[in-house]
């Protein structure tokens, strides 16, 4: 590819991601009502999951030799995790179902657009990660910042931990992807995305020493669950020093951004229109 | 109106979503997901300190859980529907049809949930047959607690669902009702592991019957009177929230006419 095509190329998904973006906090913010009652659903979550530790640290001292304000700084690379998913994976995931479903996918093929970045990134809830996520988070910040001393948190561990969630993030917003995919095969995806999810974020579940054996090899081959959450925090909190791990998942990160490029064109040959 | 008008709208709920039996399976393969996380956190938490072996917490948390999906209390999705229902306007044709409105929408929804409440009854069998209940008596405080929390759960949803005659989106509210019946019901963490003193207003209150009550009935070894007040209370509860549930409802109607109809 020359030089300016590559600037082009570019300069026109900038302009997508931008351009839906801004439109996608207009939408938050003309529904002002949902924003209220996601905030006071987000929450509650937070303070029920907090209630939920509470009682659990009432009882033992440890989790997998994580204690309580570990445990808690856990939390929130999990919210950090979740909230990134939800924003940017879920929704746009959710969309192009909804586009199968009911054949509006036709009229974006038509556009001279790059196809699938478009549909990747389509829907970026701005406005719900301000508005709900930020200050639904600010209790736990608030019980962190008061433990902060009791965790020990090294340069390299910070580094490694927030290349963990940048390529973890890539890696299951493409699984969820290639697994929203089916939609196109089956005709309805819903329960397909839901079940991507709930396998992307079972690896937060319980801290990365926890995991059995094969359970990390899932979590870092067909199924990677393990990166974004679990390994990041090992890293953060000095308690992982494999720095190899970042190699593999970087080749990791690259292999499922592949797999989604071949799945999109394999996807695309088999697509009957639900409106033609 | 005659039964047979509910059951064929829940037999048509349930062909709707069983004509895609791919989306089936990854129903039903997320709802083992979810349960085999807890499974996981508790296998690495530990035994020693519920006071519990390793088989009877599989059990307590398979009862629990598959309760707790049975009576539709793990995400009150009837509250969902109902508010997709309201929103849409589709509310309408059904308050003109010779049927009660919310029986209607709850069979349907019924219909709709057919394959999940078979895999919670798995749950529930296996459950049981790692721990099977040790009177008849239990056994029978067990299904009346499992109705009292369906009709529990009946009248939150509804209650959740008609706010939707007064909001543009309830489903927040809807959320909030379902993240504390998750902690609160004992789906997550036996309330016997909550501090003593909050131990009793968490057992009394309307989300233990969800999960903690009927698991501890198929697991205790015999029934004393803490345990027989607790299912008492459990049917006032279903009883004041049902009748609660009704006036809700009947309000949110009249506010709908008012503005729609």
Redesign the interface.
């Known amino acids: 590819m020359k030089r300016l095509d590559f600037k082009k190329e570019i300069i026109i998904r900038w302009k997508i991601i931008s351009t839906c973006t801004i439109f996608g906090f207009r939408e938050s913010l003309a529904?002002s009502?949902?924003n209220?009652?996601?905030?006071?659903?987000m929450v509650?979550?937070m303070i029920?999951?907090l209630?939920?530790l509470d009682?659990?640290f009432?009882?033992?001292k440890m989790?997998?030799g994580y204690d309580y304000a570990e445990m808690l700084f856990f939390t929130l690379i999990i919210q950090i995790n979740y909230y990134l998913l939800f924003v940017i994976s879920q929704a746009n995931v959710e969309k192009l179902d909804e586009s199968i479903n009911t054949g509006e996918l036709d009229l974006w093929l038509v556009k001279p657009v790059p196809d699938l970045w478009f549909v990747s990134f389509r829907k970026i809830n701005l406005g719900e990660l301000l508005f709900s996520a930020f200050p639904a988070t600010i209790p736990l910040l608030v019980i962190l910042f008061g433990k902060w001393n009791e965790l020990q948190i090294p340069f390299n561990g910070v580094v490694s931990g927030i290349l963990c969630i940048i390529l973890g993030q890539v890696i299951i917003h493409c699984f969820v992807f290639l697994i929203g995919m089916?939609a196109f095969?089956?005709?309805?995806?819903?329960?397909?995305k839901?079940?991507s999810v709930?396998?992307v974020m079972?690896g937060d579940?319980?801290p990365f020493e926890?995991f059995p054996r094969f359970?990390k090899y899932i979590g870092f081959t067909i199924v990677p669950f393990i990166v974004q959450t679990a390994l990041a925090v090992s890293y953060f909190l000095g308690k992982s020093t494999n720095y190899y791990y970042l190699i593999y998942i970087f080749g990791l990160a690259v292999l499922f951004l592949w797999l989604k490029t071949v799945a999109w064109r394999f996807a695309l040959r088999h697509y009957s229109s639900a409106s033609s | 109106m005659k039964i047979a008008t509910y059951t064929k709208t829940m037999a048509v709920g349930f062909l709707q979503v069983a004509n895609y039996r791919t989306e089936v399976w990854f129903q039903v393969f997320s709802k083992m997901l979810v349960f085999a996380g807890i499974i996981l956190l508790w296998s690495v938490i530990g035994t020693g300190n519920s006071g519990q072996t390793y088989e009877q917490l599989i059990a307590y948390f398979l009862v629990a859980n598959g309760v707790r999906e049975f009576i539709d209390a793990l995400y009150g999705k009837f509250g969902s529907s109902m508010i997709d229902d309201i929103k849409a306007g589709k509310i309408s044709a059904y308050l003109l049809q010779p049927t009660h409105t919310v029986l209607f929408m709850y069979f349907k929804h019924i219909g709709n949930r057919g394959v999940t409440m078979v895999l919670s009854v798995l749950y529930i069998i296996v459950g049981v047959a790692l721990a099977p209940p040790t009177s008849v008596l239990a056994g029978l405080l067990f299904f009346i607690v499992v109705v009292s929390g369906a009709v529990i759960c009946f009248a939150q949803c509804t209650m959740v669902g008609s706010g939707a005659f007064w909001m543009t989106e309830a489903k927040g509210i809807k959320n909030v009702a379902n993240h504390i019946s998750k902690v609160f019901s004992g789906a997550l963490i036996p309330l016997t592991f909550f501090p003593i003193v909050y131990q009793m207003p968490v057992m009394l209150s309307p989300f233990a019957s969800y999960a903690y009550l009927p698991a501890t009935l198929i697991q205790t070894k015999s029934i004393d009177s803490f345990l027989l007040l607790q299912v008492g209370v459990s049917i006032v509860w279903a009883t004041i929230l049902l009748l609660l549930s009704r006036v809700v409802w009947r309000k949110g109607v009249k506010h709908y006419e008012a503005i729609g109809l």
């Open positions: 529904y009502l949902n209220w009652g996601n905030l006071m659903s509650i979550y029920t999951y209630i939920f009682v659990l009432g009882r033992v989790i997998a089916t095969f089956t005709g309805e995806g819903k329960h397909a839901g079940m709930e396998l079972f579940t319980i926890g359970m």
